[in-house]
């Protein structure tokens, strides 16, 4: 995607000491970037505050990194920000969540105007408290014109769930004679998935260390690179996101065949 080099480089003014804009090549960032946003409740833990101060706190690595993926001209960022299993969480957490999720959405709507990014859903959104789904379907209609990036939020999102959901989409076709069930094939399959129409990801970044996947995008992280840190997700900052995209770029990808050396 069309990125503004200008912008790019102020944004990376001031590097660490390991790390600097130029060690990226900017014509092969990732289409696709996704994170697992893991690590807040230990954030706050570390600090003596309670598990809801770190998931406020990680909502500014969220917007940073959003900022990030436009300034970079990625193309698809899609985060997981809780998963169908997090409501065996206290109630507590989970409505805390649910109202930092709607807020949140409002107060940074205006960020979406002003980078043009468009907003996409991963999961079932349908079934969430009435006020944080009214918020989403309000952030979906304005942001619906936009063809910017796409900033794919998971919420109530399961990959199993997501996959049993597509094979009934798949039955009712078929039954109703759509779908020659002799046609039924990984496109198919893929056109019913939340991520429809979106690439895979090519770069997926998992914080706080866990070398595990959580029910996330099992389908769609089939030849993924995975980039696993130990920074929290409130530490997160567009350093480590530059950290990740250049270990990304050392890698070979081979999709199963042989790469010539
Ligand atoms: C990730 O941080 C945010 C959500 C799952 C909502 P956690 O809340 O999982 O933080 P840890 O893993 O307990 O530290
Ligand atoms: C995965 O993190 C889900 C999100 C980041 C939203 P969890 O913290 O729920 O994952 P587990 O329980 O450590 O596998
Ligand atoms: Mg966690």
């Not at 429809?196 to 992280?221: A, C, F, K, M, V």
């Not at 270990?247 to 070979?252: A, C, V």
């Amino acid at each position: 995607m069309q990125f503004d080099e200008q912008k790019l480089r102020e944004y990376y003014a001031d590097p660490p000491e390991d790390i600097r804009l130029e060690d990226i090549d900017l014509a092969r960032v990732p289409s696709h970037v996704s994170i697992i946003m893991d690590g807040n409740g230990r954030w706050a833990q570390a600090r003596g505050l309670s598990r809801p101060k770190g998931h406020v706190a990680g909502v500014d690595s969220l917007r940073e990194a959003v900022t990030t993926s436009v300034r970079l001209g990625v193309d698809v960022l899609s985060v997981y920000a809780f998963s169908t299993e997090n409501w065996r969480r206290p109630q507590k957490e989970v409505d805390l969540l649910m109202h930092l999720f709607a807020n949140t959405l409002l107060k940074e709507l205006p960020l979406f105007h002003q980078e043009n990014v468009k907003l996409r859903f991963l999961g079932d959104i349908e079934s969430l408290p009435k006020k944080t789904y009214k918020v989403f379907q309000e952030g979906l209609e304005q942001t619906a014109d936009y063809d910017g990036m796409v900033f794919a939020l998971a919420v109530n999102y399961g990959a199993r769930a997501e996959l049993a959901r597509a094979a009934r989409l798949i039955a009712k076709d078929a039954m109703q004679g759509s779908l020659d069930v002799e046609q039924i094939d990984e496109q198919v399959l893929s056109e019913r998935l939340y991520t429809h129409g979106l690439p895979d990801p090519e770069l997926l970044i998992r914080t706080s260390g866990e070398l595990r996947l959580s029910n996330y995008l099992l389908w769609q992280l089939a030849y993924t690179e995975m980039y696993v840190t130990d920074v929290l997700w409130p530490d997160f900052t567009r350093w480590d996101y530059l950290r990740a995209i250049r270990s990304f770029q050392g890698r070979r990808r081979r999709f199963g065949g042989v790469v010539e050396s």
